[in-house]
Nanobody, 115 residues
Framework: QVQLVESGGGLVQPGGSLRLSCATSASFFSRYAMRWYRQAPGNERELVATTTSGGRTNYADSVKGRFTISRDNAKNMVYLQMNSLKPEDTAVYFC?????????WGQGTQVTVSS
């Protein structure tokens, strides 16, 4: 069983920045595709950003140019740097690890963008 723990959420003003972190217990972490999702109240969970085992990245159109996903395979960590935050970025952010048929989730961290 893979455990994931997110941290770094909080309250930030519009235009501000936050850096989310996700610590994992995954063996062979470098083989996992890592993703960040978010879910706002009343909305479906949406995919925000992906980093593959090969280091390729992909982003939702709504966050392109503002968010950056990165990973540190030596530390079993994945990060989401969020800049130029908007009120519509307010959501619970979840870390997801995928390898083959296995998919594992963290408990989420709340991000609130408000003045």
């Amino acid at each position: 069983q893979v455990q994931l723990v997110e941290s770094g959420g909080g309250l930030v003003q519009p235009g501000g920045s936050l850096r989310l972190s996700c610590a994992t217990s995954a063996s062979f972490f470098s083989r996992y595709a890592m993703r960040w999702y978010r879910q706002a109240p009343g909305n479906e969970r949406e995919l925000v950003a992906t980093t593959t085992s090969g280091g390729r990245t992909n982003y939702a159109d709504s966050v392109k140019g503002r968010f950056t996903i990165s990973r540190d395979n030596a530390k079993n960590m994945v990060y989401l740097q969020m800049n130029s935050l908007k009120p519509e970025d307010t959501a619970v952010y979840f870390c997801n690890a995928v390898l083959g048929s296995g998919s594992y989730w963290g408990q989420g961290t709340q991000v609130t963008v408000s003045s």
